[in-house]
């Protein structure tokens, strides 16, 4: 599985929504739209490079009749060096995307054992939106691989916005699990190498939100645009889709005024039509032509698909603007260049009215098809109307300022022609697919070279190969019911042959060794101590120095001491306490900040770090590539043993990240409550109706977990 070529494997990672190499299927719901078609385009454009040896773009195995069979391919050619990859991530179901979030460990543990299949493991990670950045950074640390990621929209703009429209911050949350997605998106600002952004607004406007904001590692890269595809009419040009409008209009040979869209509210449909709707003039100069999306019944769509429709279909009513809008139930993807040429053939002009905009590919497209366009002043047409000189920008809430931007395209023909020639040549000089790629492929091959590949051999030649092992922790674990840890021990030497033994702990190196000496407790053959920041193995406890180099990375210890020393209820534990990767404090929960707020201070000063805090009293800051469930991925990637037969006994925060993913897990009946309730609901935890090591063992009987060893069925 080597890294080491000079051409590039390239792995991009976007989870959510429908994702196939043909038909697109934009617009049938709020999670599969332009980000869709730009990975999809991303992959193959890249593929055309001779430096590029593969690009793979990873997303969800979808196994459900609502959806075609053909999100159910595992791996799906889209050239003859690119491919999509389907990975497993909870049921497979088709689910939106603000539902995924307690699966994407799960992907994240199933794309791993995909690529240690692979001959080689890639030389670059690009994600794309919070969800599939969240497995990036996890990915990308466990790995030593570059991280790239783009963004697409951010929760922090979209919270504000929906708050802005009366929303309740408890309406936000429990529609869009938002604060989830602002957590990974602080994380992988903390974390990715470059961000890609479509335009400079993004980097000032969006990403100036954030916490972790770092100018210098983002770097604006426009989409590209398939100048094959999107061009202006040929000659003699024949347009089937035009049929689909005569029913109608009333005079279909007048110009056409496009919008299109998903039929999503922030879309801004309605005030278009509210727009249209009361200018006589605009009426009479041209008829509105409203793509959003693909619908048979509107009473089958998701609510707010329905309620955008309802509203379209009574404002039409409301205005009578019957036989002036052309509305059509569907349209294929690969009719969508048609459209534009449609409407440039006429004359027409394109809007997009949205509140607003991350980039505007429809822009482009219009644009390179000769349409004229009318767009929002709020997001990314800022700079293609800059760039382009192809039309003219608007406040979306303005009717009359949007009714008048169209009146000046449709009743100037000089203006017209001159903004139409403009598009052309400005899409072809600054937003082809050429040079996106070529851009993009620059950028990034100045990551190169900044990280060490994990180590493929073994640790240590003496330790023996077992497919299963068993990591707990000391505290909450083994000590306090010595009846059951001799139980356990027992258990644990009876199957050394066939399991490995692991502790994986919070305290030092030596406390741990002390502890287990006086517990009796045999020595492992992985000992993670530190809270993850250090490994051993074997008998002789051998250390693992690669891993101490790997969690190194952009490790400050220094600053963070200095920020946090002033801080009120914060005191340092005695030195034999600290190590050279982690930092550790006692908390006083009556007077010092709460733990988001002491993380928020450590993004803004552009430190990455992981912060955690155990029983309400102990904090400890290490690296961010360190933690129990980083350095137990590491040792299973290591030891070559499957996630699926790892199981972990863990009873507080510091041991949530080793249970979420495929580890078979179990929480003792002593856990820590609060700091592990949000873990109730995800797959592949077990709650043991016991304490200490007798939970341990109730969870060995639950998974069978020396024969089977699996979660039983439901």
């Known amino acids: 599985m080597s890294r080491h070529t000079e051409k590039r494997y390239l792995l991009l990672i976007s989870i959510h929504g429908l994702i196939r190499g043909h038909d697109l299927e934009l617009g049938r719901d709020a999670d599969t739209g332009g980000q869709i078609k730009y990975v999809i385009d991303l992959a193959r454009n890249l593929a055309l490079f001779d430096d590029v040896d593969q690009v793979d773009l990873v997303t969800r195995h979808i196994v459900d009749p609502v959806v075609s069979d053909d999100y159910a391919q595992a791996i799906e050619p889209l050239s003859d060096k690119a491919r999509i990859i389907r990975i497993d991530a909870g049921s497979g179901d088709y689910m939106p995307k603000e539902q995924l979030w307690d699966h994407l460990d799960s992907f994240m543990d199933n794309l791993v054992s995909w690529l240690n299949e692979q001959h080689r493991m890639p030389d670059l990670i690009h994600t794309h939106y919070a969800d599939a950045g969240y497995v990036g950074v996890r990915l990308s640390n466990l790995l030593s691989v570059p991280l790239v990621h783009t963004g697409h929209s951010l929760g922090r703009d979209k919270r504000k916005r929906l708050l802005a429209r009366g929303l309740s911050r408890e309406e936000v949350e429990q529609t869009y699990n938002i604060a989830r997605r602002i957590d990974a998106e602080e994380e992988i600002l903390a974390n990715a190498d470059l961000v890609i952004t479509s335009t400079h607004n993004e980097i000032e406007e969006q990403y100036g939100l954030y916490n972790y904001y770092d100018p210098q590692r983002m770097t604006v890269i426009p989409p590209g645009t398939d100048l094959e595809q999107f061009h202006p009419p040929l000659q003699n040009e024949r347009f089937a889709f035009k049929q689909q409008l005569e029913h109608f209009l009333k005079e279909p040979e007048k110009p056409l005024i496009l919008a299109l869209s998903r039929p999503d509210e922030r879309k801004n449909i309605l005030t278009l039509i509210e727009a249209y709707g009361e200018s006589k003039a605009l009426q009479d100069k041209a008829n509105l032509l409203i793509v959003a999306g693909v619908r048979d019944?509107?009473?089958?769509?998701?609510?707010?698909?329905?309620?955008?429709?309802?509203?379209?279909?009574?404002?039409?009513?409301?205005?009578?603007?019957?036989?002036?809008?052309?509305?059509?139930?569907?349209?294929?993807?690969?009719?969508?260049?048609?459209?534009?040429?449609?409407?440039?053939?006429?004359?027409?002009?394109?809007?997009?009215?949205?509140?607003?905009?991350?980039?505007?590919?429809?822009?482009?497209?219009?644009?390179?098809?000769?349409?004229?366009?009318?767009?929002?002043?709020?997001?990314?047409?800022?700079?293609?109307?800059?760039?382009c000189k192809c039309g003219k920008l608007v406040n979306p809430l303005d009717k009359n300022e949007i009714a008048q931007a169209l009146l000046n395209y449709l009743s100037?023909?000089?203006?017209?022609?001159?903004?139409?020639?403009?598009?052309?040549?400005?899409?072809?000089?600054?937003?082809?697919?050429?040079?996106?790629?070529?851009?993009?492929?620059g950028k990034v091959s100045q990551l190169q070279g900044k990280y060490e590949p994990l180590p493929e051999s073994k640790p240590i030649k003496a330790i023996r190969y077992r497919d299963r092992a068993i990591f707990t922790d000391l505290d909450q674990n083994l000590i306090g019911n010595p009846p059951a840890l001799d139980k356990f021990i027992a258990v644990i030497r009876e199957n050394r042959k066939c399991v490995s033994f692991g502790i994986a702990t919070g305290r030092r190196f030596d406390s741990a060794l002390a502890i287990m000496t006086k517990h009796r407790i045999p020595r492992?053959?992985?000992?993670?101590?530190?809270?993850?920041?250090?490994?051993?193995?074997?008998?002789?406890?051998?250390?693992?120095?690669?891993?101490?180099?790997?969690?190194?990375?952009?490790?400050?210890?220094?600053?963070?001491?200095?920020?946090?020393?002033?801080?009120?209820?914060?005191?340092?534990?005695?030195?034999s306490e600290q190590t050279p990767f982690k930092i550790s404090y006692y908390y006083s929960v009556d007077k010092a900040p709460s733990l988001d707020e002491i993380i928020t201070m450590i993004r803004q000063k552009e430190i990455t770090a992981n912060v955690s805090l155990s029983f309400g009293q102990f904090l400890d800051i290490i690296p961010a590539r360190a933690s129990k469930g980083q350095a137990l991925r590491y040792v299973a990637q290591r030891l070559e043993i499957p996630l699926e037969h790892i199981?972990?006994?863990?009873?507080?925060?510091?041991?949530?990240?080793?249970?979420?993913?495929?580890?078979?897990?179990?929480?003792?009946?002593?856990?820590?409550?609060?700091?592990?309730?949000?873990?109730?609901?995800?797959?592949?935890?077990?709650?043991?109706?016991?304490?200490h090591a007798s939970g341990i063992m109730e969870a060995l009987a639950h998974y069978d977990f020396f024969d089977a060893c699996r979660v039983p069925d439901a």
């Open 297 to 387: 019944d509107i009473t089958d769509l998701d609510k707010g698909a329905q309620t955008v429709f309802t509203n379209i279909l009574l404002l039409i009513d409301s205005y009578d603007l019957y036989g002036r809008v052309a509305i059509p139930k569907s349209h294929r993807a690969d009719e969508v260049p048609e459209i534009y040429r449609l409407v440039m053939f006429n004359k027409g002009v394109f809007i997009n009215p949205a509140l607003t905009e991350p980039f505007g590919l429809t822009l482009l497209e219009a644009a390179a098809s000769g349409l004229p366009v009318v767009a929002t002043e709020n997001g990314g047409p800022v700079d293609i109307i800059a760039n």
């Open 412 to 441: 100037d023909h000089d203006t017209w022609n001159c903004t139409s020639r403009n598009g052309i040549k400005g899409v072809r000089k600054y937003y082809s697919w050429r040079a996106h790629t070529e851009n993009y492929l």
């Open 524 to 575: 492992p053959d992985v000992l993670i101590s530190d809270l993850g920041t250090r490994i051993h193995y074997g008998q002789n406890l051998t250390e693992d120095d690669f891993w101490a180099d790997h969690i190194d990375h952009d490790w400050v210890p220094r600053r963070i001491k200095k920020l946090l020393s002033a801080l009120p209820g914060l005191t340092r534990q005695i030195k």
């Open 647 to 691: 199981l972990v006994a863990g009873g507080s925060g510091a041991d949530e990240d080793m249970m979420r993913g495929n580890t078979l897990a179990v929480v003792v009946e002593n856990r820590h409550h609060e700091e592990l309730s949000q873990l109730d609901d995800v797959d592949r935890i077990y709650f043991a109706g016991q304490s």
